[in-house]
């Protein structure tokens, strides 16, 4: 689950940081390997309370601690967006594209798509069998549309916190 969503999907408010949480979010967000005695030190906690807080934040669903890899180093070679058209309910076709382990990324949307969907695949032929027979055989899916990535420009996760 991403931070800011919940388990239906529905994006919530979350509840107001403290500048300490946000610097220490911040930190991460630079370094997810930082220890916890080298953010307490620059954001003048000791280790103990840093290890608290982020306890907190990962257990509140505010943040997750996660390794990134890039899939072509790791023998994934085809990445692709994808578009979906819905007709009815889009809750249960984005909650079945979910459970698909080729996904990455379901968001619903508005305009010209209900859904988008990032999958990451081992190459074409993957992702052709993944389209035709898991996402577009799902009820309620009238069409997709598929955006193959060519060259990943940029994929960065250090936004801070507001």
């Known amino acids: 689950m991403r931070p800011g969503s919940r388990h239906d999907?529905?994006?919530t408010t979350p509840a107001p940081l403290d500048e300490m949480s946000k610097q220490i979010i911040?930190?991460?967000q630079e370094d997810g390997r930082?220890?916890?005695a080298t953010i307490g030190r620059a954001v003048g906690l000791s280790e103990a309370a840093v290890r608290q807080r982020v306890g907190r934040l990962i257990d509140g669903g505010l943040m997750q601690i996660v390794a990134v890899t890039d899939p072509l180093q790791v023998g994934f070679r085809r990445q692709a967006m994808i578009g979906l058209t819905v007709d009815g309910d889009m809750g249960p076709v984005g909650d079945a594209l979910a459970e698909i382990p080729e996904v990455d990324y379901v968001v619903t949307t508005?305009?010209?798509f209900d859904l988008l969907v990032e999958v990451v695949c081992e190459?074409?032929?993957h992702l052709?069998?993944?389209l035709t027979e898991r996402i577009?055989?799902?009820p309620g899916v009238r069409s997709t549309e598929t955006f193959v990535y060519l060259k990943l420009n940029k994929q960065h996760y250090n936004w801070g916190t507001r």
């Open 123 to 125: 190459d074409d032929a």
């Open 34 to 36: 930082q220890s916890y």
């Open 110 to 112: 508005a305009g010209s």
């Open 26 to 28: 911040e930190h991460l």
């Open 9 to 11: 999907g529905a994006m």
């Open 128 to 130: 052709l069998s993944l």
């Open 136 to 138: 577009r055989t799902l």
